[in-house]
């Protein structure tokens, strides 16, 4: 699933905020050092729980005390490029799920955001660069220059959906990694921006990859995953980071156990962030149906009822309140989904009505609420109540003339089919 995208896109600029304890600035006291690692591990912390404003006066802090070092306005760049994600729900569902992504551009994102995000990115280059004029060696202002690279990549494709100029400074990064690694082979924390190039190389589209190898990028989903796999045993300071990327490449891989292993432990260390609960219950509920095919139906149920149980906690846990208030409406959704994939209907379709009744509920899920309550009525045997939701479908305001059209006709149709069982039977 794809709800940790912000997680992932991040993780290839965050690892070179953590080489503080490593490259230490010679101007610098113990004192500022030992500061400088506070702020920023408070504002990592907050990021992965989900708490922007948090992370924003602890980056901004680094900023303030620390002007000349370009880890204030990167970190900051982070945040902005990770909440703006989390906020666009439709980019989270698109990134590596389908070919669609790449083709479709009607995500539009605040011309304010890219700006500020340019500024960002540039005020940190700028210092980086000064660094490495004055030391060409300087192992920590190339790996700031390695991940503003991937952090441009990663806002340029997820965000403004510019693939080939994310190929640029996705391969910007990556090299500079290398060089990095050059100067300290034992820095392993650099693979994980080579890691994750290599995969996503490697998963690109056919068309896309072909045009990417004529442009020298060349990429390997095996290798990739090696390189993620030994950051996240072996590195110093990115193995969340490593294990966030893991949890949404061994959900591609169908690897679900590993998934629910990660998902678990991230979940425990950062209590408020839902998503990792949400990624375990879509493993348990994918490992439910590999125990199925397999003729286990005892696993089966047994997975399917420890999601549920997830979810219920979810909507039940106080400690969350605040987090899941913010995304109640994709909780119920997901909870929907899981319901209907376990035949449940009737459970399924009150969880999905119950995200169109959510205030301020992202429009297109509620849309997509509708539909699935539809289907979800239609499978607990009641026609009558999912006619009704399927044209509700149809009175959205994001739905198209042609796509109003299709739905007309598909309910006409699945209505007659209804009738025609209904009088074989009567």
Same mark, same amino acid.
């Given at each position: ?178 060089? $990095? ?49 030994? $950051? ?125 009744? $959510? ?68």
């Amino acid at each position: 699933m794809k709800y940790l995208l912000l997680l992932v896109l991040t993780t290839i600029l965050v690892n070179s905020t953590l080489a503080f304890g490593q490259a230490k600035d010679a101007t610098a006291s113990e004192t500022a050092s030992s500061r400088m690692e506070d702020l920023r591990r408070t504002g990592l912390e907050a990021l992965y729980n989900l708490d922007y404003e948090k992370s924003r006066k602890a980056f901004s802090e680094i900023v303030r005390l620390y002007p000349d070092h370009p880890a204030g306005s990167q970190l900051l760049a982070a945040r902005l490029m990770a909440k703006t994600l989390y906020e666009s729900r439709r980019l989270q569902a698109s990134l590596f799920s389908s070919e669609s992504f790449y083709t479709k551009g009607d995500d539009k994102v605040d011309p304010k955001i890219v700006a500020e995000f340019r500024n960002l990115t540039r005020e940190s280059k700028r210092l980086a660069e000064a660094r490495l004029k004055k030391d060409p060696r300087d192992i920590e202002a190339l790996n700031f220059l390695a991940a503003i690279a991937g952090l441009k990549a990663s806002f340029e494709e997820a965000v403004e959906r510019r693939h080939f100029a994310a190929l640029k400074d996705g391969s910007e990064a990556v090299d500079r990694h290398r060089e $990095v690694l050059k100067l300290d082979p034992t820095y392993v924390d650099a693979e994980l921006t080579i890691g994750l190039y290599d995969y996503v190389l490697g998963s690109l589209p056919l068309p896309v990859r072909l045009l990417a190898g004529v442009a020298g990028a060349r990429g390997s989903k095996k290798r990739g995953l090696a390189a993620l796999e030994r $950051v996240a045993k072996e590195g110093r300071w990115s193995r969340d980071d490593a294990k966030s990327v893991l949890i949404l490449l061994y959900t591609r891989e169908k690897r679900y156990q590993d998934v629910l292993a990660l998902a678990r432990e991230l979940s425990a260390k950062y209590p408020r962030n839902f998503l990792y609960r949400l990624e375990a219950a879509d493993a348990l509920v994918a490992q439910a149906a590999v125990e199925r095919k397999a003729n286990n139906g005892v696993g089966a149920a047994k997975a399917e009822h420890e999601a549920f149980r997830t979810f219920d906690d979810l909507l039940t846990d106080r400690s969350l309140r605040d987090t899941v208030s913010r995304a109640l409406d994709l909780v119920h959704f997901k909870y929907g989904e899981v319901l209907l994939t376990a035949g449940q209907g009737g459970r399924a379709a009150r969880e999905f009505l119950a995200v169109t009744k $959510v205030e301020r509920a992202e429009p297109t899920l509620v849309t997509m609420s509708h539909l699935y309550a539809a289907r979800a009525l239609d499978l607990a045997g009641k026609r009558d109540d999912a006619l009704t939701q399927y044209r509700q479908v149809l009175t959205r305001p994001d739905i198209s003339d042609a796509t109003k059209i299709y739905w007309t006709c598909a309910c006409r149709r699945a209505s007659r089919r209804w009738n025609s069982v209904s009088r074989t039977y009567a």
